[in-house]
């Protein structure tokens, strides 16, 4: 790890952390784990010793709040529970509520409730709470602020108009401001820039939270090392997923909110990594037990049903596609080649070497399984995917790109002939023409499978819903959503849309849209804009994902219609992900670990390929 650059402000020198005494030897009889499948075995802890907190929740009382917000049990208990978090030499924790449990009204309520003392500001400590959030969600604690909290005084520091002066942050009572400011303000700080703003290095915070903490998991990320060394007498980190796909993610976590011993790196892979990757699991669980059962807050909804029967439930309704005939040609095709390289990696041992490539054919795959169009203006059948900044990427494609480009191509035609769409037209693929995406394709393709799929289950909702339901739509790519889009509005339908190209202010609009328009039935969303950084539309009650995705645990908790193609490679994903969550869903207190991410055995259960 390379060193970092001093910083004006180092992190908090108050005290040297909260330390635990973790153990050395393991209590329990070691789970049984090939050293070479270690770093695949491990994934979220999401049940288990940390729904359980204890917290004296008796005569809970928050002044500040207005007079309409009542708090649910659980949530008091929350209240107790970080009240605690902030006494006697502690100094944080890690919120990990699943979403709709209501962790920003507990950060909000620790902000009205615990203030510095006349002492504290005398030692410099500021009255503020700075909250660190994707952009996407600046507006929306903002907002979730002034409806539940009276007399907080917020100011939103981001974009290119915010201040340069730390007093102007240091007696509002919030600050909120985006990942992205926080590590522009300290690439300043680092290279003692004059000519650029780092107000937020200027203030000792009184309290920090991470919201969606999860983003800092990459210690090596400028981001990262800035929240790292934001001066913070308090810090928390918000997240839904505490663990994204390995044990690692928590690392950041533990380091930003000053755990001792691993909170430094050497420590948390002596304890952590190295125990686990030497088949020695049982000890690794235990050390973060040890941690995790003092520092960590974990409900799922299953656990507090009765505190909040109000909640909604979440129901997975597999709804199963057929392609058509020309469809089905094209992606037996592209199936047909792709299984045959894979085949020969898996024989030669090289699946590994290969990796990148693997991934590139699984994602064409997929984009066939969402409409042919995506395929062609990938460049699956462009030659010009030749320039390709990867050089092993290229080795690995460049045979199949030729092999499929005559016959996709033909395959393509047929489709346009057979088309019911008279204005149909494929233009050339984005790479070439110089499109970023489908929404500049003049003359939309007819619909695929899954399209007309999605109007069926919109219509559905509607009926079922006399006109009051609303839906999210995931995809994980942008280039469907362009279809999508013009399809549904052809159809009649008005929509939102929520996507990484938009500006903040664009944003904010669509999710007003969405929030406070009766005739706005749907949004758009895609996948890494909308998840990652916790999307929270509480007024749409659908979610109906155009692709499977890999990691459930983003999944939000209401009706989620997956939408799957018969006999394709998302049958696979759907068989495989199901596998995958009875491991996540396995207790830490049971001994057992487990992962999201793909490995070998995966790839050939993809591929349908023998061992």
Not at 436 to 441: E, T, V
Request: include cysteine; proline fraction near 4%.
């Amino acid at each position: 790890m390379k060193t970092e650059k001093p910083v004006l402000l180092a992190s908090d020198t108050d005290d040297e952390g909260e330390v635990f005494y973790l153990p050395r030897t393991a209590s329990l009889p070691q789970s049984v784990v090939n050293p070479c499948y270690a770093d695949t075995l491990i994934h979220a802890l999401d049940v288990g010793d940390f729904r359980s907190v204890t917290a004296d929740d008796q005569g809970v009382v928050v002044n500040g709040l207005r007079q309409s917000v009542e708090l649910w049990d659980h949530q008091k208990v929350g209240v107790a529970w970080m009240q605690g978090r902030e006494r006697e030499g502690k100094r944080g924790g890690i919120v990990a509520d699943e979403m709709g449990l209501g962790k920003t009204i507990l950060g909000i309520t620790r902000i009205l409730d615990g203030h510095p003392t006349s002492n504290d500001r005398a030692y410099g400590w500021a009255h503020a709470t700075l909250i660190v959030c994707p952009v996407s969600l600046i507006g929306q604690w903002e907002s979730e602020v002034e409806n539940f909290a009276v007399g907080l005084n917020v100011v939103k520091h981001h974009g290119p108009s915010r201040s340069s002066d730390p007093q102007t942050l240091w007696d509002n009572h919030v600050v909120i401001t985006s990942y992205a400011t926080v590590a522009s303000e300290y690439s300043a700080v680092c290279t003692h820039s004059s000519s650029r703003k780092s107000a937020l290095f200027g203030v000792k915070w009184w309290r920090i939270i991470l919201d969606e903490a999860h983003l800092i998991r990459n210690w090596a990320a400028k981001s990262t090392k800035a929240c790292f060394n934001i001066v913070g007498k308090y810090r928390w980190c918000f997240t839904g997923t505490p663990i994204q796909n390995r044990v690692e993610d928590l690392y950041s976590m533990f380091r930003f909110i000053n755990i001792r011993p691993i909170g430094d790196l050497q420590e948390f892979k002596n304890y952590i990594i190295k125990p686990i990757k030497g088949g020695q699991v049982t000890l690794a669980i235990e050390c973060l037990q040890v941690v995790l059962s003092a520092v960590m807050l974990r409900r799922q909804k299953d656990a507090v049903q009765i505190d909040a029967p109000q909640l909604p439930g979440r129901h997975v309704h597999i709804v199963q596609c057929q392609f058509d005939e020309g469809e089905r040609g094209l992606y037996h095709t592209l199936e047909g080649c792709i299984k045959s390289r894979v085949e020969d990696w898996v024989k030669q041992g090289m699946v590994k070497t290969h990796f990148a490539c693997v991934l590139e054919m699984l994602l064409h795959l997929r984009q066939a399984c969402d409409h042919p169009m995506l395929v062609y203006c990938s460049g699956v059948v462009n030659e010009n995917v030749s320039t390709s900044s990867s050089s092993d990427l290229l080795g690995g494609l460049s045979w199949y790109i030729e092999e499929l480009n005559a016959e996709l191509n033909d395959l393509l035609t047929k489709l346009h002939l057979e088309a019911d769409d008279e204005n149909f037209q494929c233009t050339q693929p984005a790479k070439s023409s110089g499109h970023k995406s489908m929404s500049r394709i003049p003359n939309v393709p007819p619909p695929s499978v899954k399209m007309r799929q999605l109007v069926d289950l919109l219509l559905k909702i509607d009926a079922d819903s006399a006109g009051q339901g609303k839906t999210i739509i995931f995809s994980y790519f942008t280039s469907m959503l362009d279809l999508v889009q013009q399809f549904l509005v052809a159809k009649g339908f008005i929509l939102a849309r929520y996507d990484g190209s938009m500006s903040l202010s664009e944003h904010e609009r669509n999710l007003e849209y969405i929030s406070s328009d009766q005739d706005v039935k749907c949004i758009l969303v895609s996948i890494k804009a909308g998840v990652s950084p916790g999307l929270n539309l509480t007024v749409c009650n659908n979610i109906i994902l155009l692709e499977p995705w890999w990691n459930p645990a983003v999944e939000v908790c209401v009706n989620i219609y997956k939408l799957v193609v018969q006999d394709s490679v998302e049958e696979c994903i759907l068989e495989l992900q199901n596998k995958k969550r009875k491991l996540a869903d396995a207790t830490l207190s049971g001994n057992t670990i487990s992962d999201m991410t793909l490995d070998i055995r995966d790839v050939r259960c993809l591929f349908q390929v023998a061992a």
